[in-house]
């Protein structure tokens, strides 16, 4: 799937990492458009005149076995400079003649010091006497390929860094693209600008005209219908499209009753009153709340609360008359994701919200304007289409909702109290100016009771739980360490002033081996 073709761009050829998207980012936040392709795709492009550079992911196939994934070698003769990582290291030392052998003993998993070889383009302004890098792999490289330099090594991996200057071919061993990798987004700076010699031209302010023109031509005189949740997501998709076809949009907005506080409020009004989108409000949260009952076991909850959220768009919807499209919220790395795991060969860790999440028997046309591009990008369009900063700004928030964050069977009382515990801890977060540095926060209800003291008397009441997170896709993610003095405050407040609740726990686990959500 090409997205931009008369763009001057970076590909990616995707042989199924897990972060390959993030070197997809990385190259973008440098102003450089980038595509991921998999392999069979580079296989059947004809056209590399905008190509600008390549770069090979990382993967799970290992060029030691008889059959491994590949690229034609034409490709290293177009004169497009290739970057290759981790497998893609392994891959051009194995077409180029070089060794790679497998080894339990000399793997390396996580932090590993790298040390300095010999200048190059590559690694200008990169190298420290010490420098941490992010290792992730069993195969090494063991014999340089011929016409090919050491640039640098670690202690289990002796050509961690190499080149061929001539033919413009590099290969690291180690992720630039994760943060973990000290300083590693300037090898991405060197190979663009010093290797590649691509021109920034790529910015999101630039594609809001281009975008709005592709919807009218797409969608012309007809409806479009599209599932509001007040997220970052739909909320641009709404805008956007709105803008292109004003009235022909019409947005539903399904109460679950498993919102935070007063949120489904704000969002309706803020598109209804100030954006005049054309909003019809579903008021569902009995149904909800009803098929809910005594159901504690998570996949359960998510199954019935996905379910009952289709079976209501699709009888809503079937009220409007020439509807033809309906639209999503679909993001890039949806698509990468979701695409590897037919094509490459990543393993799939978490199925996904939005592709193929709503109705499939509706027999309407898909729509999604945001399949390009990448979150952090998405919240720039919608700076440019004069979104709320209180939107754009969101924290992610799951699609079964409150629903998923009462752990346990669920009643009304329960959502009440944790929408009062959340909202005191969300509210505190942004007083406290920490709402921003933390990539997901929120309040969950324990389904434990545990006793207490109050005034003079005993209490056996609930506990809730505190997260917040930092990450950068939701993927992986680490436990914000939040002043003592914040929890100790956001601690007694909550305790003061929601009815039920005793005892605050903090959670401090990273994911994995967690996750971010509860169930
Ligand atoms: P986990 O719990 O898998 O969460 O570590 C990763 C990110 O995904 C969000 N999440 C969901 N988002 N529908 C969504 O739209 C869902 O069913 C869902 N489950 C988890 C979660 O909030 C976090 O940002």
New binding site residues.
């Given amino acids: 799937m090409q997205f931009q073709n008369s763009k001057e761009r970076v590909l990616i050829v995707d042989f199924g990492s897990q972060v390959t998207k993030l070197i997809a980012r990385r190259i973008r936040e440098l102003g450089v458009y980038s595509e991921v392709i998999t392999p069979k795709e580079i296989n059947k492009l004809q056209d590399y005149n905008k190509v600008k550079g390549i770069i090979l992911s990382g993967g799970p196939s290992s060029v030691t076995g008889k059959k491994f994934e590949s690229i034609p070698k034409k490709i290293f003769s177009l004169k497009i400079p290739i970057l290759g990582i981790c497998y893609g290291l392994q891959l051009i030392a194995k077409l180029f003649g070089g060794k790679i052998k497998s080894s339990k003993k000399k793997r390396e998993f996580g932090r590993a010091y790298l040390y300095k070889k010999k200048n190059s383009l590559l690694t200008k302004n990169f190298f420290k006497p010490k420098k941490i890098v992010w290792m992730s792999h069993e195969d090494a490289v063991v014999k340089l390929p011929k016409k090919f330099k050491s640039v640098g090594y670690t202690k289990n991996s002796k050509l961690t860094i190499i080149e061929n200057t001539k033919e413009k071919i590099y290969g690291v061993q180690f992720h630039p693209e994760v943060t973990h990798t000290e300083n590693g987004i300037q090898i991405f700076r060197n190979f663009l600008f010093s290797i590649c010699k691509i021109k920034k031209s790529w910015n999101i302010f630039s594609q809001k005209t281009r975008l709005i023109n592709n919807i009218r031509k797409t969608v012309k005189k007809n409806k479009v219908i599209c599932a509001l949740s007040g997220?970052v997501d739909s909320s641009v998709v709404a805008l956007l499209i709105h803008q292109a076809i004003k009235k022909n949009l019409i947005c539903l907005m399904v109460d679950t009753g498993l919102m935070r506080k007063n949120e489904f409020k704000y969002t309706y009004h803020i598109f209804k009153k100030k954006y005049k989108l054309n909003v019809k409000l579903i008021e569902a949260s009995n149904i909800f709340l009803n098929r809910l009952k005594n159901i504690s076991n998570p996949e359960k909850k998510?199954k019935i609360i996905?379910n009952l959220f289709i079976k209501i768009f699709e009888k809503e919807s079937k009220k409007f008359k020439n509807v033809k499209f309906l639209a999503q919220g679909t993001l890039y790395p949806d698509i990468i994701e979701s695409r590897s795991s037919s094509g490459s060969k990543t393993s799939k860790i978490?199925s996904h919200?939005?592709v193929g999440g709503l109705p499939k028997k509706m027999n309407l046309k898909l729509i999604e304007p945001l399949k390009e591009f990448f979150k952090d990008e998405v919240r720039v369009l919608g700076d440019t289409l004069g979104l709320s900063k209180n939107i754009t700004n969101r924290?992610?928030?799951?699609?079964?909702g409150l629903g998923?964050r009462i752990v346990g069977n669920i009643t009304k009382e329960k959502i009440k109290m944790l929408q009062e515990a959340d909202h005191i801890y969300i509210n505190e977060l942004k007083k406290s100016k920490l709402y921003n540095k933390i990539?997901?926060a929120?309040a969950a209800l324990l389904p434990i009771k545990t006793v207490g003291v109050m005034g003079d008397s005993r209490t056996y009441e609930y506990t809730c739980l505190l997260r917040a997170v930092t990450?950068e896709d939701?993927?992986t993610?680490d436990y914000y360490n939040l002043p003592k003095e914040f929890l100790d405050k956001i601690t007694n407040k909550i305790i003061n002033n929601v009815k039920g609740i005793n005892r605050i726990v903090y959670d401090i686990s990273s994911?994995p081996p967690?996750?971010?959500?509860?169930e």
Avoid: V
Wanted: no cysteine.
């Fill in positions: 997220g998510r996905g978490k919200h939005n924290h992610p928030f799951p699609g079964p998923i990539w997901q929120y990450s939701g993927m993610a994911k967690s996750t971010i959500e509860l």
